[in-house]
């Protein structure tokens, strides 16, 4: 698998910590993150990962409103993103995919299993015709 750049941002410290180090468990996996959504903004703008990682409740701006905000760029508006929420009822994912998320991972994670899930959304965005 070629290298992929995974983007991920959660205002929880600890969180953050142990996803990025989950995800770091997959070789092929360069990891960045960042604790809010106006600095998600600006990391994917500059860094242009191949997918965000996004946490639905942060203080300021959500995660809806990030995802919003990067559609909005046009350096950023076909980036996936794939929400990591604990708000996974049916209602709340099927509401997710239409404000454009690519997916859907709950929360808490497994950090065992959490690169493998990305891997897994990665493959399955780059089999879509574009």
Known sequence: MTESRILYVDDEPDIREVAVLSLKLESAFEVKACSCGQDALLMAEEWQPDL??????????DGPQTLAALRENTRTEAIPVVFITARTQAYEVERFIELGAAGVIAKP?????LAGTVR??????RAQPE
């Open 109 to 113: 994670f497994d950090p065992i299993t």
């Open 52 to 61: 965000v990682l996004l946490d639905v409740m942060m203080p300021g701006m």
């Open 120 to 125: 897994q959304y990665l493959q399955k965005l």
